[in-house]
């Protein structure tokens, strides 16, 4: 048997989940948010280019989180996996097709020097940034409200839902928190990373969009506490029982989901420091590296915020709430949550310092100068 118990292990991969997905956030979240900015700040073809070259040499690396987080809940978490890609398989696809085009537009944009073809992919480049903040948003969303699935006695799983069912008012909300709290990252990276006329619009655009994710999150608050009925465990659960998720009983009360910030008070620093870092955000406009760490907070908190308030669901059902996975019920088996752990322990820090080096190592803004003396080699 692995030296640390099965709740325990639960437990921190319930944890590395939740920061890999804060990782993705944080570092992809500013490239989503320069793209979708990209219509509203860069009025011109340098400054079209200024914003490409801002953020294309870190892009793809800033992915690879998303591809750890996929990993960890294959690995760590199966019958998520096996729920949430299948379920939201539609949702899924518009977002890899919308990476996949980020790429494409990146390439092919300079190509040629024909201002509609430069204008499509700019576009295209809009909509690779667009689509996914607004479909992660909404995906989260409907995590609040349950996912309609079920296990039936032999935990087979069947999904009665659609792409157009998850686009509801309350999920439409927290896509716009997504887009909002992107856009505000996105502009605090480009006021970091260029000069001029394009840094003091990123700059606004990062004001504007901190006090709109500011707003938005407050109405989420609000809406979260008054009308959206949460899951609660009834009775008790084992923390190192079977992943079995029938082995539960589930109710749904209003007010459900705040529960956890009344138990643990500490867990209020989140949404805390997502105002904080929201409001920093603004009031740091002439300080852009500041602005950007601040930026960060917020994005992180926010994610954190909405993870410590399903805690310790991972995946609610709206047709059955018995059936809805928990940190308790849905994971592997002791042994292969012990080997992923030590092997995460070795390789994510390695993950974090790269991160940080390239980060290093391409400090410094992108200029109209650079453009001009390596326009060959550059976006």
């Known amino acids: 048997m692995p030296p640390i118990d099965y709740a325990t292990l639960r437990f921190l991969w319930w944890a590395f989940l939740g920061l890999l997905l804060i990782g993705f956030a944080v570092t992809d979240g500013f490239d989503l948010g320069a793209a979708l900015l990209q219509p509203f700040v860069a009025r011109n073809d340098t400054e079209k280019r200024l914003l490409l070259n801002a953020i ?13 987080g996929g990993g960890a809940a294959f690995a760590a978490w199966p019958p998520l996996y096996a729920v949430s890609f299948s379920g939201f398989y539609l949702a899924m696809f518009l977002v890899l ?20 073809w430069r ?33 039936d006695d032999t935990l087979r799983v069947s999904y009665e839902g659609g792409l157009f069912g998850l686009l509801n008012p309350w999920a439409l909300l927290c896509g716009l928190v997504s887009v909002a709290m992107l856009a505000m990252h996105g502009g605090s990276w480009l006021a970091l990373k260029t000069e001029g006329a394009l840094a003091r619009r990123a700059r606004t655009a990062a004001s504007w969009a901190s006090l709109v994710v500011i707003l938005l999150f407050t109405l989420a608050g609000l809406w979260l506490a008054f009308g959206i009925a949460g899951y609660v465990i009834a009775g008790t659960i084992d923390p190192a029982g079977p992943s079995n998720p029938l082995d539960k009983s589930v109710l749904r009360e209003a007010g459900a989901w705040l529960r956890n910030y009344g138990i643990h008070r500490w867990i209020m620093i989140a949404p805390a420091l997502a105002y904080l870092g929201a409001a920093a955000t603004a009031a740091l406009r002439g300080r852009p590296l500041l602005a950007f760490l601040a930026s960060g907070v917020s994005v992180a908190a926010i994610v954190a915020t909405a993870g410590l308030s399903l805690f310790p669901f991972l995946l609610p059902s709206s047709l059955d709430p018995r059936s809805s996975l928990t940190v308790w019920d849905a994971s592997s088996s002791p042994t292969t949550l012990f080997i992923m752990l030590v092997a995460t322990l070795v390789f994510l820090p390695i993950v974090i310092l790269y991160t940080a080096w390239i980060f290093r190592v391409m400090r410094g803004p992108v200029t109209a100068v650079a453009l001009e003396r390596d326009s060959d080699s550059l976006y």
Not at 56 to 68: A, F, S, Y
Not at 132 to 150: C, E, H, K, S, T
């Open 56 to 68: 294309g040499p870190i892009w793809e690396g800033n992915q690879v989180w998303l591809i750890l």
């Open 97 to 116: 097709a919308a990476l996949i085009l980020r790429p494409v537009a990146f390439t092919f944009r300079s190509k040629l020097e024909g201002v509609l």
């Open 119 to 151: 204008r499509v992919w700019d576009w295209a480049f809009f909509v690779s940034g667009l689509v996914p903040a607004l479909v992660f948003g909404v995906a989260f969303g409907n995590l609040f409200l349950g996912v309609p699935f079920r296990f």
